[in-house]
């Protein structure tokens, strides 16, 4: 008779309940907004931004963010210290860099990263096998993104922006002022925690042609410590390239199998991904994207002709810019005469079907132009755009190369910007940097 009763026994034992999920409705508008994972790659942190979506103030105490990757499964690598508070609107960026993560996140692989409580109920989830069809590792300064800001879908963008607003990149959004600086300056701009930057940004220059060696051989820390602090100022940097300047003129057409030089296009547009994949700037600028004066010498026929290899490269990396769509910006430097195909092969209404900015280098004092002849000139360039803006060219100095240059002060530099600006001209960039005595343009319209 023992077996019948312990069979009693163990009927009367209750089941144990399931364990109910933590209500986490305290949190709702509490998001994952943005992910820089970036463990994958050299000189680079990854970021993590929290933004707190709702209309009132959030407690974030007791909540983590969890990982689950090709190494871990739900590792804690943050949990919010007691008394975390994020008020409407504000957001809390975790970084590998000042240690409030703790271990980063590689984008290399899947990867999925919950923000929850202990218990695992998840305030919000980002999953990268969901939110991106195709593989998608993260761009070395880029990162994940829900645009539009908050409530979005994920993005994987070349440029990233934790702590501020995630949108793409427009035009509209700042002062159409830019100053052409050399790698050598990053530096000088970089001292006193930025102060030079800072006051160009001030000033109302909100782009910076920065020139390829930046990217190439100079000190890579400090490029991308100095891109940083850009993204955080609100200062937009594009990559001044030289196209047909290798140290020399390089002619970009085959003069004897009377052909395009197809190896000097895929090297062009390689460098171009290049800049903007793994520094995330926000537009190509094209320098000598022209002929040394020579350009009627290589009109081998209607389809092999210098007019038609300038276009060609504006067309071949407006391809590459648009791909992205990010809001991503083309610019070139142009000779300043008008109708100068025969020598450079630059047509301006041409190239302004896929430049967005064409920027004739107006350097009066090298040439001696009056003041209506600056104003005609550049004039005659907007009305032969091609639909492009065009943004004035405009020395920071008087003088030219053979009888020296001195700077000007701001007084007489803002005169001089003055003219130009009287035209029909959408904006004005500076040659250069570090001379002359920048003056205040932010009343430019």
């Known amino acids: 008779m023992a077996a019948p009763v312990l069979w009693a026994v163990c009927a009367c034992q209750e089941k144990p309940k399931p364990v109910e999920p933590t209500d986490v409705s305290v949190w709702k508008g509490l998001v994952i907004n943005e992910i820089a994972a970036h463990d994958q790659t050299a000189d680079a942190v990854t970021k993590v931004e929290l933004l707190n979506t709702g209309s009132s103030p959030m407690d974030l105490s007791g909540l983590g963010l969890y990982i689950t990757d090709e190494y871990f499964t739900g590792q804690s690598i943050w949990a919010a210290p007691a008394g975390t508070k994020l008020s409407a609107g504000e957001r809390l960026v975790l970084s590998t860099d000042d240690g409030t993560l703790r271990t980063g996140i590689s984008s290399a692989a899947q990867f999925i990263l919950k923000l929850a409580v202990e218990d695992g109920t998840a305030v919000d989830e980002f999953d990268r096998s969901k939110a991106f069809a195709d593989p998608a590792p993260a761009y070395p300064r880029g990162s994940y993104q829900r645009i539009p800001d908050g409530t979005g879908d994920w993005r994987n963008m070349t440029y990233n922006s934790t702590g501020w607003e995630n949108k793409v990149f427009s035009l509209d959004d700042y002062h159409h002022n830019a100053v052409w600086a050399w790698s050598s300056h990053v530096p000088s701009m970089s001292e006193n925690d930025f102060a030079s930057l800072k006051n160009l940004k001030k000033l109302g220059y909100d782009h910076i042609l920065l020139n390829y060696v930046a990217f190439e051989t100079a000190d890579r820390r400090q490029t991308l410590a100095f891109l940083d602090k850009c993204e ?214």
């Open 232 to 445: 955080e100022l609100g200062v937009n940097v594009h990559c001044w390239m030289q196209c047909f300047y290798k140290g020399g003129w390089v002619s970009p057409v085959d003069d004897e199998n009377k052909c395009y030089r197809e190896d000097l296009y895929a090297d062009i547009r390689a460098h171009a991904k290049k800049y903007l994949e793994d520094f995330g700037v926000k537009g190509l600028h094209l320098d000598y994207i022209r002929f040394g004066g020579t350009a009627s010498k290589h009109n081998i026929n209607a389809e092999v002709n210098s007019v038609g290899a300038v276009n060609r490269c504006c067309r071949e990396l407006r391809e590459i810019t648009d791909s992205y769509d990010e809001g991503l910006v083309m610019s070139a430097a142009l000779m300043p005469e008008p109708n100068t195909e025969y020598a450079y092969g630059q047509n301006p209404a041409q190239m302004g079907q896929y430049i967005h900015i064409l920027m004739p280098m107006e350097y009066r004092y090298s040439y001696g132009w009056s003041d209506a002849r600056c104003k005609t000139l550049t004039d005659w360039f907007c009305e032969h755009s091609g639909g492009a803006q065009v943004w004035a060219g405009i020395t920071t100095y008087t003088g030219n190369d053979s009888g020296g240059v001195k700077g000007m002060d701001a007084g007489s530099l803002r005169k001089d910007i003055d003219i130009f600006m009287d035209s029909q001209a959408d904006g004005l960039v500076l040659f250069r940097y570090g001379l002359g005595t920048f003056p205040d343009v932010n009343d430019l319209p």
